[in-house]
């Protein structure tokens, strides 16, 4: 069968031996593959990546030399099971898969190890267990983002956004742009998108943004006066020394209103959410520069590289950080249902097609953020470069 490699940071399409499955695996035409910005990281940082993976005790990481397949935001129908398999979906039934798969007393992520190749190829080896089907028809393009979304749902819960809280996404490329989805699903009344790039902002609004930034003429953080953000030191001082003057006038003792008002959830200062989607050196620690005290920051973009931040910055601030990464399988589904049901709409997020013979030259298209967010990898398709 036909699959693309990454060996030595070059992609090139192979010919791979067919897929024989063991008792609960199961071989998948693959539908639709998307093309994650981690997969682009990996090409060009993937002994980093792996160096890291040991470190969380996972060896399975494979080094740059070795052929990896991509591919583990992916969507395909059920051809055949591996023997004594439950085989509890039907073949010729489309389902959307959770990219893990155990193999033996080892369990590898699809597309992200040496022993589990990708989706980036005419067919991928699954785990049963972790596949779902693909409800009320939904299209493949959509269903090929249920691991996106449900990444962007896990941040978002992770966040404890309210619909009265104020979200701002720092960074619109496609993980960003499934928050903004996700918030907006939720019918979160204030987001506001911060991207350099006029395309990118522009998916952002039509993802459900209704405040859009370009960071280059504006801070993102400019409107914290109209949401009653406390923004500097003085300001904060004002505030403390304002409520203990309220609580005196009232007929009880003042701390046991102020207690009383803390217990009730009356005495919290108000606070954004940010979510950091980026993922590159500089980004949070500019983040905690600007953002209003007590601001609540899940950091969802994963930076490759070593940062640095000035703590002090955030300590005085009391900025709460929030490190995020995957879902787990309840919300891999829960995204996937919200979409089939129409509750989440990520249409927008694809911007483009390309078959397994144009995967390299997408590679270089998603380098521009004017042109493409998301590009989907069709296997039956010839097409060399993307196409919406």
């Not at 093309?35 to 993937?46: E, Q």
Request: aromatic share 6%; net charge negative; proline share 7%.
């Amino acid at each position: 069968m036909k699959a693309v490699v990454c060996s030595n940071a070059e992609l090139k399409v192979v010919d791979r031996p067919e897929i024989i499955p063991s008792q609960g695996q199961c071989v998948l035409k693959v539908s639709r593959c998307g093309i994650c910005g981690s997969d682009l990281h990996i090409r060009d940082h993937c002994d980093h990546l792996g160096k890291l993976y040991n470190r969380l005790g996972y060896t399975g990481f494979p080094r740059a030399e070795e052929e990896l397949v991509f591919g583990h935001e992916f969507c395909g129908e059920v051809l055949d099971y591996g023997p004594g398999s439950k085989k509890s979906i039907k073949p010729g039934t489309r389902v959307s898969v959770v990219p893990v798969i155990r193999r033996g007393a080892e369990i590898d992520g699809i597309g992200l190890s040496r022993g589990a190749p990708g989706a980036f190829a005419e067919r991928v080896l699954v785990d049963e267990l972790m596949m779902m089907p693909i409800p009320n028809g939904l299209p493949d393009d959509q269903a090929a983002l249920t691991e996106p979304i449900a990444v962007a749902w896990h941040a978002v819960r992770r966040g404890e956004v309210t619909t009265r809280d104020v979200a701002v996404v720092i960074g619109c490329g496609p993980v960003g742009l499934a928050v903004i989805c996700v918030l907006k699903a939720l019918d979160v009344q204030t987001i506001i998108a911060s991207d350099y790039s006029a395309g990118r902002r522009e998916l952002a609004r039509r993802c459900g943004a209704n405040v859009i930034i370009d960071p280059a003429k504006e801070s993102p953080y400019r409107g914290w006066k109209d949401h009653e953000f406390i923004g500097t030191i003085p300001e904060l001082l004002d505030v403390s020394v304002g409520t203990r003057q309220k609580f005196e006038e009232l007929p009880l003792a003042w701390h046991d209103a102020w207690r009383a008002a803390e217990k009730a959830g009356l005495a919290a200062p108000k606070r954004p959410v940010i979510f950091e989607c980026v993922g590159t050196p500089g980004v949070l620690d500019s983040i905690l520069d600007g953002a209003p005290f007590f601001s609540r920051v899940v950091v969802v973009g994963v930076c490759m590289q070593t940062d640095k931040i000035e703590p002090a910055m955030a300590g005085h601030k009391e900025i709460e950080l929030r490190f995020v990464f995957a879902y787990s399988p309840l919300e891999f589904r829960d995204a996937l249902h919200m979409i089939a049901e129409g509750k989440i709409d990520c249409s927008p997020i694809v911007t483009g097609r390309v078959g397994l013979v144009g995967v390299d030259n997408a590679f270089a298209a998603l380098r521009d953020p004017e042109k493409h967010a998301k590009i989907l990898i069709d296997p039956s398709s010839m097409d060399t470069t993307p196409v919406s």
